[in-house]
Nanobody, 125 residues
Framework: QVQLVESGGGLVQAGGSLRLSCAASGRTSSGYAMGWFRQAPGKEREFVASITWTGTSTQYGDSMQGRFTIARNYTSNTISLQMNSLKVEDTAIYYC??????????????????WGQGTQVTVSP
């Protein structure tokens, strides 16, 4: 079992930056892919980014490409999401997720079996 805890959310003006972190604890020696998803009020959960177990391959949602960067740190068992050029429409709760059954990334939330509690990101005009 792996437990995930997100941090780094907050309020930022449009055009600004935020960096989210997700700390994994528990059976972190198992190889697993990880990802970020988000959910805005009244909307379905949306894929943000994902990264393989090795960290050599990443995948991004269309509207995040070029603005967001996902990375993982094996020393601290964390993944991060650097978000630049934030827009009002990026406002959402951001969730970290682990895909315990695979080392390969996925953009489908149903492929992930472990989730964090979420962190709020609010982008003001």
């Amino acid at each position: 079992q792996v437990q995930l805890v997100e941090s780094g959310g907050g309020l930022v003006q449009a055009g600004g930056s935020l960096r989210l972190s997700c700390a994994a604890s528990g059976r972190t020696s198992s190889g697993y892919a990880m990802g970020w998803f988000r959910q805005a009020p009244g909307k379905e959960r949306e894929f943000v980014a994902s990264i393989t177990w090795t960290g050599t391959s990443t995948q991004y949602g269309d509207s995040m490409q070029g603005r967001f960067t996902i990375a993982r740190n094996y020393t601290s068992n964390t993944i991060s999401l650097q978000m630049n050029s934030l827009k009002v429409e990026d406002t959402a709760i951001y969730y970290c997720a682990a895909r315990m059954g695979s080392r390969w990334y996925s953009s489908r939330d149903r492929d992930y079996d472990t989730w964090g509690q979420g962190t709020q990101v609010t982008v003001s005009p």
